[in-house]
Every structure is written in C-alpha cells, then in structure tokens.
Nanobody, 116 residues
Framework: QVQLVESGGDLVQAGGSLRLSCAAS????????MGWYRQAPGKRRELVAT???????SYSDSMKGQFTISRDNAKNTVYLQMNSLKPEDTAVYYC??????????WGQGTQVTVSS
C-alpha cells in the first residue's frame, strides 16, 4: 500500500505560480512512477505530467512549458511547479502513483483556483 498526501493548492490570480507537493509513504520501494492528473468541474480527469523513478518526465502536450514536474527520491515526494496560471487551469489536482504489478494509487486531491 502507498499513501499519498498532497499540499500546495490555493487561490491564485491569473499569471501567478503555485507549487504542488505530494509525499508518499508506505510501500515506497514498489513505486515505479509518480505524477499529477487534474479534473476540472464537469470534465474528465486528465493527465498533467509523470516522472519515473529514474527521472524521465512526460507531459500533456497542452501543459508543456507551463508546468514542471520533479521528484525528490530521498523525501519520496513529487512536485508540480505551475507557472503562468490561467483560469482554465482551475481544477482539483490529484497525485498519482504507479507501483509494482500495475497497482495505481491516488491522492485525495488539492484544489487549485485561478481567478481572472
């Protein structure tokens, strides 16, 4: 089992920045990749970015250059730096973990609201 605790969501003005954090605990050694998804009101959950245990990153095409994912393996924490935020970035952001044997874990979500 992997437990995830997210933080960093907030209300921010358009053009501002936020950094989300997600700390993992439990069966840390089983984690293959970590990442972030988001879900806006009335929309499907969508991929934001992922990072493997080796540091390889992948981004949704629409978020490349605006968001940066990073990982501190010593702290078992993944970060999402979000810059130049727009109202359409408003969503609940979920931490995601892919563990051994294909198990997937989700955080509880953290709300990001961008005001115009």
């Amino acid at each position: 089992q992997v437990q995830l605790v997210e933080s960093g969501g907030d209300l921010v003005q358009a053009g501002g920045s936020l950094r989300l954090s997600c700390a993992a605990s439990g069966s840390i050694s089983s984690i293959n990749a970590m990442g972030w998804y988001r879900q806006a009101p009335g929309k499907r959950r969508e991929l934001v970015a992922t990072i493997t245990s080796g540091g390889s990153t992948s981004y949704s095409d629409s978020m490349k250059g605006q968001f940066t994912i990073s990982r501190d393996n010593a702290k078992n924490t993944v970060y999402l730096q979000m810059n130049s935020l727009k109202p359409e970035d408003t969503a609940v952001y979920y931490c995601w973990v892919l563990a051994a044997r294909g198990y997937v874990y989700w955080g509880q979500g953290t709300q990001v609201t961008v005001s115009s």
